[in-house]
Structure formats: structure tokens, C-alpha cells
């Protein structure tokens, strides 16, 4: 029997893409200048779509693919898949949630403490020899007691305010819905950044969460209040951002994601009260792993005709 056609749009984990070479005929999208040719070329053929968080596949993609029936996407965030598009088509989409919750929960934490510690700007300290004649760092300041707003209590979200708790901080969120949970709901969002004194995002990307983070939810949070971005650069007025920082209405920021990725504003890199992370909060080898491997695993669940695992909508 002929093997199946998948197009990669982005290439992921080493041994998911030997598995996945071993059973389809894989058209390599990435590695080709101008893609919407090489799509012209082979999307006749192809059966199923192999995509990330940060690339997705669009609705022009789509079309070129009308044999399309699944995109199996290596992330949780599918907010750069056209998923109306893929509904409209009966295109299946799945993704990877569960298993990167801890992953991206503990980059969550770990931003809170770099940048609530000025550490990234200490090791700088360090490593340009200032020390000696500096003498000891600026003094940072305890998550201890601080009040953690979060905006997007879901799986992520979860994980991070259990961590946060076993630092002592005070746990409330903001969702759509309230959730049967034991940390206080804030309808507003302003009011919870008003509320908080450090303010995680852990919401999905997309039209919804559009600059869902504005000038006004930054004046909220204040000149003593941190913001942690894990979510997508999308939630963020990034201008406002800036603005707020500089005008030093916000304390700092620790943030993982970006409006324009890879791209990030100057302004941003010049900044000392704030930290910055390539997008990996998912990052290390065992959480891509089993990533990838879900992402190989949806795929062979729907070509042997059974349910996949992680069905998106
Ligand atoms: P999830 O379980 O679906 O949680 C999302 C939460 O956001 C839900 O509690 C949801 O509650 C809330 N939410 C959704 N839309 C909202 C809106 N318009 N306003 C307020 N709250 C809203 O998703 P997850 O698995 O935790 O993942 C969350 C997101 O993290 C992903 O979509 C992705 O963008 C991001 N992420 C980033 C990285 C990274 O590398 N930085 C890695 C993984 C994931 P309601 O539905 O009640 O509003
Ligand atoms: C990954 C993510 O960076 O899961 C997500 O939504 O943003 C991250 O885990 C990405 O999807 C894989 O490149």
C-alpha cells in the first residue's frame, strides 16, 4: 500500500520525525523558500498536517490541501490555526495539553523570581567583573505574601498558582467563568490587576485575548506590580507595555512571549527590569519529547481509523 502524505510545516523532536519518516511520505514545507510553490506542488496529496504553536496552518494553507483531514499540531496554543477554516473543511485539529502544563508552569515561577530578584541583571553583575568595585547588589524583592492574579486559570494556570501557594503567595484569577475552585474569581480584569501585585497570563492567544492587556490593566497593576507573560505575545498591548515600563507604571516584567516573534523590541532588550525568554517554556527535552510523541500518536490514531487523542473543539 502507497504511504500516507503528510506536509511538516515546522519540523519537530528527532525521534518523532524518524517515526514519522518511517510511515509517511513526508513533504518538508520549512525547507523550502517559497513555500505556497512547494504547497502547489504536493497539497493534492497530502492526507495530514504536521504543525507548531508559533507557525499553525491558514485557511489559504488549507485550501491548497484539499485532501486534508487532520493537523496535528506540536503545541497546546493553536491560536495560528485558522480553526473556523479547519471546521468549515472537517479538518480534524488535536494538540498537546496536559503534558506541558508542569513545563510551562515552572518557567511561569521561575519568571516570577528573576525578575521579582533582578537575577538575570545580578549574573550580569557578576560576569562584567562590577562587583568588586559595586559591592552588594541592589536588593530585590520577596514573592513571599504577594498577591498573584492570574489570568487564565486553566491547566497552566493551575499549575502555577499550586506553585505559587508553596511560596507563600495569594492566589486569584480571572476567566471568562468562575471555576469550582478555592481561589477567589475576579470578573474584571482590571480589578484583579488592581488587585495584584504580580500579574501571571496563562490564557490562550487569538481574537478573544487580542491586547486583552492594555494601558488600563497596566496602570491597574501599578508602580509595584510585575507582569509575567507565558501566555502569547497576542495578549499583550506590546506599545503599551513599553510605555508602562518606561514611564515606570509597572515595576518589571518577565516575559516569554512576544507580539512578532522572533522579533523583539528594542526598547524591551535595552531594559534592566526585565527578563526575557526565547518562547520555551515548554522547552526541555522530556516535555518536547512527549510533546512530539503525542503529536505522532494523533496522527496514527486517525490514519488506523480510531478516535485520536487530544481532538481540539
Ligand atoms: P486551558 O486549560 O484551556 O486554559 C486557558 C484558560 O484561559 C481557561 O481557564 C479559560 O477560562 C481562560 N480564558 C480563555 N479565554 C479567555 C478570555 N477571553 N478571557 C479570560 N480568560 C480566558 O489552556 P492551557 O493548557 O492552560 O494553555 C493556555 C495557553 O498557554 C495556551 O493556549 C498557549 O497559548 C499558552 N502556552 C504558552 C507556552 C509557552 O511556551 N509560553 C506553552 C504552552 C502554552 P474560560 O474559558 O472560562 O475563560
Ligand atoms: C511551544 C507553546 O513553544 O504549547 C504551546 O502553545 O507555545 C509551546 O509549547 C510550541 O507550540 C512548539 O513550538
Known amino acids: ?30 525547507r523550502h523558500e517559497d513555500g505556497e510553490s512547494f504547497l502547489a506542488e504536493v497539497g493534492g496529496r497530502v492526507r495530514g498536517a ?22 496535528s499540531c506540536f503545541g497546546v496554543g493553536v491560536d495560528a490555526i485558522d480553526l473556523p477554516a479547519a471546521r468549515e473543511r472537517s479538518v480534524i485539529v488535536t494538540n498537546t495539553p496536559d503534558i506541558l502544563s508542569e513545563e510551562v508552569a515552572d518557567m511561569g515561577l521561575a519568571l516570577i523570581f528573576m525578575t521579582l530578584r533582578g537575577m538575570i541583571e545580578a549574573d550580569r553583575y557578576v560576569r562584567e567583573g562590577r562587583w568588586p568595585e ?15 492574579g492570574i489570568l487564565g486559570l486553566g491547566r497552566i494556570g493551575m499549575e502555577l498558582a499550586r506553585r505559587a501557594e508553596t511560596i507563600g503567595m495569594k492566589v486569584s484569577y480571572h476567566n471568562r467563568t468562575e471555576k469550582p ?7 474584571d480584569l482590571v480589578e484583579l490587576a488592581r488587585q495584584s501585585d504580580v500579574l501571571a497570563l496563562c490564557c490562550p492567544g487569538g481574537p478573544a485575548t487580542h491586547n486583552l492587556v492594555d494601558a488600563r490593566v497596566l496602570d491597574a497593576l501599578g508602580p ?42 528594542e526598547a524591551l532588550r535595552q531594559m534592566r527590569n526585565v527578563v526575557l ?37
Open 224 to 265: 509595584q506590580g510585575w507582569l509575567i507573560n507565558i501566555a502569547r505575545g497576542s495578549v499583550v498591548d506590546e506599545p503599551a507595555l513599553i510605555a508602562a515600563l518606561e514611564g515606570k507604571a509597572i515595576a518589571g516584567a518577565g516575559i516569554d512571549v512576544f507580539a512578532d516573534e522572533p522579533r523583539v523590541p
Open 181 to 187: 475552585v478555592n481561589y477567589p474569581y475576579v470578573a
Open 1 to 30: 500500500m502507497p504511504k500516507t502524505e503528510i506536509l511538516i510545516v515546522a519540523p519537530i523532536r528527532p525521534d518523532a520525525m524518524a517515526a514519522l519518516e518511517e510511515t509517511y511520505v513526508c513533504h518538508h514545507h520549512y
Open 50 to 71: 504536521v504543525s507548531i504553536g508559533e507557525k499553525g496552518v491558514s485557511a489559504v494553507q488549507m485550501d491548497m490541501m484539499p485532501n486534508l483531514e487532520i493537523i
Open 134 to 148: 559595586g559591592g552588594p547588589f541592589t536588593l530585590g524583592r520577596t514573592p513571599r505574601g504577594k498577591r498573584l
Open 277 to 313: 525568554q526565547p518562547h520555551m517554556a515548554s522547552a526541555t527535552v522530556e516535555t518536547r519529547d512527549a510533546m512530539a510523541q503525542l503529536v505522532v500518536d494523533n496522527l496514527e490514531a486517525h490514519f488506523a481509523g480510531k478516535p485520536v487523542f487530544t481532538r481540539v473543539g
